[in-house]
């Protein structure tokens, strides 16, 4: 399993060079608004632009109301039979908010938000 820990945040640059400056490294991807870092023991650090919350979940997500704050925190999972653990997260009890579909970078994926209110994300390379 190789796990992404995603983080969303508001000043995209500041954020970006903090870890930069913070683990002595440059990211692995860095595109606009997005940029991962590899870290040790195979994980991966990815921060991103809130503005990207619309992009994956629609307007509706990141207007709703009776949340208390939008989440901040993506735990991304590549592991096989990734939609059998995103079925198994909504039996426990997370909302699910993307179906497992094809992604415009290369996985397959689904998406809910468990209790805690943390983004998780199932997903697996697309063969």
């Known amino acids: 399993m190789k796990t992404y820990f995603i983080i969303y945040v508001d000043d995209y640059d500041k954020t970006k060079l903090f870890y930069e400056l913070l683990f002595n490294i440059t990211p692995v991807i860095d595109e606009p608004n997005m940029c991962e870092y590899q870290l040790p023991d195979d994980l991966t650090l990815g921060i991103m632009h809130t503005?990207?919350?619309?992009?994956?979940?629609?307007?509706?997500?990141?207007?709703?109301?009776?949340?208390?704050?939008?989440?901040?925190?993506?735990?991304?999972?590549?592991?096989?039979?990734?939609?059998?653990?995103?079925?198994?997260?909504?039996?426990?009890?997370?909302?699910?908010?993307?179906?497992?579909?094809?992604?415009?970078?290369?996985?397959?994926?689904?998406?809910?938000?468990?209790?805690?209110g943390h983004i998780l994300a199932f997903a697996e390379k697309v063969k």
């Open 51 to 116: 503005s990207s919350l619309t992009k994956l979940f629609g307007e509706e997500f990141v207007e709703q109301k009776d949340r208390k704050a939008l989440p901040n925190v993506e735990l991304y999972f590549n592991i096989e039979n990734a939609e059998d653990f995103h079925k198994r997260a909504v039996q426990l009890g997370a909302t699910e908010l993307r179906e497992f579909a094809e992604m415009d970078w290369g996985d397959k994926a689904a998406y809910s938000l468990n209790h805690d």
